[in-house]
Nanobody, 123 residues
């Protein structure tokens, strides 16, 4: 079992930075991939970034375009999404997710989700 709690969201202006955190509990986390997804109002939830259990590989959606960095610290059971150069189109609820596999998995195939944290970017 894995429980995930996101934090770090907020309201910022265009061009600002935010770092989201995903605190995990449960011993399985260190062996699981972790990912970030987001859901804007009226839109489907979409993949943002993922990282393997060891942190050796990371994956990003095309729209990230070098602005975001995903990382994790297994000793603290915590993951991060550093977001730079935020744009209004980045406004969404951001969710942390974890499972044996996250990257290229369907949303229904990922079992563990956090409750989400709101990111609002104003122009």
């Amino acid at each position: 079992q894995v429980q995930l709690i996101e934090s770090g969201g907020g309201s910022v202006q265009t061009g600002s930075s935010l770092t989201l955190s995903c605190q995990a509990s449960g011993r399985d986390f260190i062996g699981y991939e972790m990912g970030w997804f987001r859901q804007a109002p009226g839109k489907a939830r979409e993949f943002v970034a993922a990282i393997t259990s060891s942190g050796s590989r990371v994956y990003y959606a095309d729209f990230v375009n070098g602005r975001f960095t995903i990382s994790r610290d297994n000793s603290q059971k915590i993951g991060f999404l550093q977001m730079n150069s935020l744009q209004p189109e980045d406004t969404a609820v951001y969710y942390c997710a974890s499972d044996h596999r996250v990257y290229r998995m369907g949303l229904s195939q990922i079992y563990f989700w956090g409750q989400g944290t709101q990111v609002t970017v104003s122009s």
